[in-house]
C-alpha cells in the first residue's frame, strides 16, 4: 500500500483519516460468505508489498492450510512510499523486498514473484502486466487482485490488468479492495455492494495476518518527526479486522 495523493473521503473524515473504522462494524454481517470449494491453484496479484496482506491475508492463510496452492505476485517494489530520511528509492525497495518476503513467510507462502514496474506509474505499463499476468493463470487458476475502482491508481491499473488476463485465460477473478476502506461508507453506491462476499476470519487467521502486517516496518514507522506513517494504528485498525470482503 502507497499512499494516494487526494482521493474520496468517507463520510466521516477524522482529520484526513477516511471512514473510521468503528463505521463499518457489523457490516460484513449482511454479505454471503465466500464458497472456497474447488480453488486449488490461486494467484495473488499485490500492486505494492504488503498489498495482499492487507487485502487477504487472513484469506491467504486459510487457503495455505486448506492445501491450495497460493502464489504471490509483487507489482511494483513499493519505492514511491515515504522513505526514512536520508533513504533513497532503491534502498527502500530493497527493504520492502525483505519485509514482503517475511510477510509472505509468516502467512506460509514463498517470496513474491516480483515484476519491477515503477511504483506509482503501473497504468504506464498495463499492456506488458497483463502480459505477465497471463503467463501465470489457466482456467483452473483464481485470481485475487486489487478492485479496479479502489481509488488509487496502482489498485486500479493492476485491477483492470488482472481482469484483462483472467478474460484471456479463463481464470476466475476475485477482487479485493484496500483504500475503499477510507474514502467509501456503508450504501455508498459507488460500491458494487451486491458483489461483496466476506471471509469471516478464524482468531488464528486474525492473529496470522496482523503478524505479516507487522512484518511491514517501514510502513509502520513514522518516515520522520512528527509525520504519520503509511500504515498509522487508525488505517491497520481499518484493515486488520475479523473479517475480509472480496468482489465476485
Not at 20 to 29: F, K, L, T
Not at 104 to 126: I, K, M, N, S, T
Not at 147 to 173: F, I, K, V, Y
Request: aromatic share 6%; proline share 9%; charged share 20%.
Amino acid at each position: 500500500m502507497t499512499a494516494s495523493n487526494g482521493h474520496r473521503l468517507g463520510v466521516v473524515d477524522e482529520a484526513g483519516r477516511g471512514t473510521p473504522a468503528w463505521a463499518w462494524r457489523g457490516w460484513a454481517d449482511q454479505a454471503p460468505d465466500l464458497g472456497l470449494s474447488g480453488w486449488r491453484d490461486v494467484v495473488v496479484v499485490a500492486p505494492h508489498p504488503d498489498d495482499e496482506v492487507l487485502g487477504v491475508g487472513g484469506l491467504i492463510r486459510r487457503l495455505v492450510r486448506d492445501g491450495v496452492r497460493v502464489r504471490v505476485v509483487a507489482v511494483t517494489d513499493g519505492e514511491g512510499a515515504p522513505a526514512p530520511r536520508g533513504w533513497s528509492p532503491e534502498r527502500l525497495a530493497s527493504e520492502r523486498v525483505i519485509e514482503a518476503v517475511a510477510a509472505c513467510g509468516a502467512l506460509g507462502v514463498d517470496p513474491p514473484h516480483r515484476l519491477g514496474l515503477p511504483d506509482g506509474r503501473v497504468g504506464e505499463h498495463e499492456a506488458g502486466l497483463t502480459e505477465a499476468l497471463s503467463q501465470l493463470l489457466s482456467p483452473s487458476t483464481h485470481c485475487l487482485a486489487t478492485w479496479r475502482s479502489d481509488g488509487h491508481p496502482d489498485h486500479e491499473a493492476t485491477g483492470r490488468a488482472a481482469a484483462a488476463a483472467c478474460a484471456q485465460t479463463s481464470a476466475a477473478l476475485v477482487e479485493y479492495p484496500v483504500w475503499m476502506w477510507h474514502w467509501a461508507a456503508p450504501d455508498d453506491p459507488a460500491v458494487p455492494w451486491g458483489r461483496v462476499q466476506r471471509v469471516v476470519l478464524t482468531p488464528q487467521e486474525r492473529e496470522a495476518k496482523a503478524g505479516a502486517v507487522a512484518r511491514h516496518g517501514t510502513q509502520l514507522d513514522p518516515p520522520a518527526p512528527g509525520v504519520d506513517p503509511v500504515l498509522p494504528p487508525f488505517v491497520v485498525e481499518r484493515l486488520v479486522t475479523s473479517y475480509e470482503m472480496v468482489m465476485r
